[in-house]
């Protein structure tokens, strides 16, 4: 039987993501994981306040895992963030443990309870 490459490499970007410049290994935060944010750049408008916790969306297959949704307490997707943004920004209060990263066949995120 042939291999189907495609599948194999979305598989393999289930776990980790090349980051810029592609040196280094980061590692994809699951959907449905909940984010807090723990640092501000100075240059933001006032739009996020430090505390502010978001859930983790469902990535986009179009996008890829490097194009983060941010889902607010209202379960509206707010913002888009990449991987290495957000791991220098926030930190991760709960961690999900969502397999599928598409979220095919999966509900519409809701609002934080």
Not at 43 to 52: A, H, K, S
């Amino acid at each position: 039987m042939k291999r189907n490459r495609s599948i194999e490499r979305v598989l393999a970007w289930k776990m980790f993501f090349w980051g810029p410049e592609y040196k280094t290994l980061v590692s994809i935060i699951p959907p449905l994981s909940v984010v807090r944010l723990i640092k501000r750049d100075p240059n933001w408008d006032g739009e996020l306040q430090l505390g502010d916790t978001f859930r983790i969306g469902y990535y986009s297959v179009q996008d890829g895992p490097n194009c983060i949704w941010l889902v607010d307490a209202a379960g509206r997707y707010n913002q888009t963030w990449d991987q290495q943004t957000i791991h220098e920004y926030f930190e991760v209060v709960e961690m999900s443990d969502e397999t599928d990263i598409f979220g095919n066949f999966r509900p519409q995120i809701g609002p934080l309870p």
